[in-house]
C-alpha cells in the first residue's frame, strides 16, 4: 500500500512540474505531440503579434500565445508547428497549437 501511495504522489509532483510554467507546458505539449528533439531543442518566445491582435480573446480565456524558436515540422503537411496557445488554470499551465493565423 505505501508504495502505491509514493507512485502515485511521484505521478502527481511530475505532472505539477511539467505544467508549472508556460515554458514546461509547451514543451511537454510538443513531445507528447511525437516531436521530442524539437521540445528539446526549441526555444520558446511570446507572440507578440498573436497576443497584442487576440489581447481580448485571450484575456477571457487566461491565456497567452507563444513562438517555438525551432519548430517541428509536420510530417502530413510539412508545415511547421510553431504557434501555441498556453492557458492558465489556478497554477497550471496547459499549451495546444494554435496555427499560423
Do not use: C, W
Amino acid at each position: 500500500m505505501r508504495i502505491k501511495i509514493i507512485i502515485i504522489a511521484a505521478l502527481v509532483v511530475v505532472f505539477i512540474l511539467f505544467h508549472s510554467t508556460p515554458t514546461m507546458a509547451l514543451k511537454t505539449h510538443v513531445f507528447i505531440m511525437g516531436y521530442p528533439k524539437a521540445a528539446i531543442l526549441s526555444g520558446v518566445i511570446q507572440d507578440e503579434y498573436h497576443n497584442k491582435v487576440d489581447k481580448e480573446k485571450f484575456a477571457e480565456l487566461n491565456a497567452k500565445a507563444y513562438t517555438l524558436t525551432k519548430p517541428p515540422i509536420e510530417k502530413a503537411t510539412q508545415g511547421e508547428l510553431r504557434n501555441y496557445l498556453v492557458r492558465k488554470i489556478g497554477f497550471l499551465h496547459f499549451a495546444e497549437y494554435y496555427g499560423e493565423g
